[in-house]
């Protein structure tokens, strides 16, 4: 399912600036911590890096290797992860009004980019622990946050060591951000049972938006699901998930571009969209979305057909001038939106 993002999110607002504090410090640090570096500096690294994204063939093979290629992460990779994250806790958050975890436990945490996001949408939390297998990807994330005015957390703490073999303090928050997919998949699995111990309230999970990428995701929503997990989002329900054949759940995000990373991109278009897939599951069984948009809503003269997640599976409906608020809600609607009855 290649989606048209249609009329995506802008995670980043004008000249890329982030909308809240947190993730405009946050560039701010991105922007300090790469300094004078131009694409003459990073092309080459950025080039390697976005090569091994996108073919991500072996556990481990996205992670950056070098100092140039840490800091062509923050120019290139650095803002979408970000944005993805940041919009995926959007979700969580209004799916539950008045949450703010007071501790996060950010895992294969780079340069601290879930914990800014995390922070951007529920508050600076009392505590953050941070958890890299890179010591250098840790030192940098720890110089952006000692380096800001707005500090995602009252206390920031760095564990260098493996997500899937370290011990993890008990979290309210528990965010894995493109993480999973580089354990392999023999060490999925007893990741996901060690991140799930260590949750006290919301687990989220992060991957690319690919047919790979949900498909570790469609394995984790069936192992926490039988460790007594409940769906928060994207998902309406806790049964079986209804995607077949070519289909995968994803979503996109749209963020401005900066001018380096543009120049680095060799992009003609100021902005990119970057599609993931989530999962976000609770202790508490807080209530999920009734109806979930899978794809963009196409509009039609005095009607909207729209492609729907709910309990009863995949449905197309087609929403029309007569059901009233539903019908305006459908027009405004976008790909990922919920979009509940009455």
Do not use: N
């Not at 290139?76 to 975890?101: I, K, Y």
């Not at 993931?276 to 202790?283: D, G, I, N, Q, T």
Request: with cysteine; aromatic share 6%.
């Amino acid at each position: 399912m290649s989606e048209d993002p249609g009329r995506p999110d802008v995670a980043f607002g004008r000249a890329g600036a982030p909308s809240g504090r947190a993730g405009a410090a946050f560039l701010a640090a991105v922007e300090a911590e790469l300094g004078g570096l131009g694409p003459r500096d990073l092309r080459a690294p950025a080039s390697a890096l976005s090569r091994r994204y996108r073919s991500a063939s072996q556990p481990g093979s996205t992670q950056a290797r070098g100092s140039a290629e840490r800091q062509a992460y923050l120019a290139t990779r650095a803002p979408a992860t970000f944005a993805a994250v940041r919009r995926v806790m959007q979700e969580v958050a209004s799916l539950r009004p008045g949450w703010a975890p007071q501790t996060v436990l950010d895992l294969g945490a780079g340069p601290g980019t879930a914990t800014w996001a995390a922070a951007e949408v529920f508050g600076p939390a009392g505590r953050s622990v941070l958890v890299e297998l890179d010591r250098d990807m840790a030192a940098l994330g720890a110089r952006l946050a000692e380096g800001s005015p707005a500090a995602p957390a009252a206390e920031l703490e760095w564990t260098i060591g493996d997500v899937a073999g370290l011990g993890l303090p008990e979290s309210e928050l528990v965010v894995a951000a493109y993480v999973l997919g580089e354990l392999g998949g023999e060490r999925e699995l007893p990741a996901l049972e060690r991140w799930w111990s260590a949750t006290r309230d919301e687990l989220v999970v992060v991957e690319p938006g690919t047919p790979a990428g949900f498909e570790r995701l469609r394995r984790a929503r069936r192992v926490l699901i039988s460790s007594g997990a409940h769906v928060t989002a994207p998902c309406p329900h806790d049964a079986d998930c209804p995607m077949e054949g070519s289909d995968w759940c994803h979503f996109s995000v749209r963020l401005e571009r900066s001018v380096l990373h543009r120049d680095l991109k060799e992009a003609r278009l100021g902005y990119e969209d970057e599609k993931y897939s989530y999962l976000s599951v609770s202790r508490s069984g807080t209530r999920a979305a009734a109806v979930r948009l899978v794809r963009s809503p196409r509009l039609h003269k005095g009607h909207v057909r729209v492609v729907t997640c709910e309990i009863g599976g995949i449905k197309e409906r087609v929403v029309s001038r007569r059901d009233g608020d539903l019908y305006k809600r459908a027009r405004a609607a976008r790909w990922g939106d919920r979009l509940d009855p009455d």
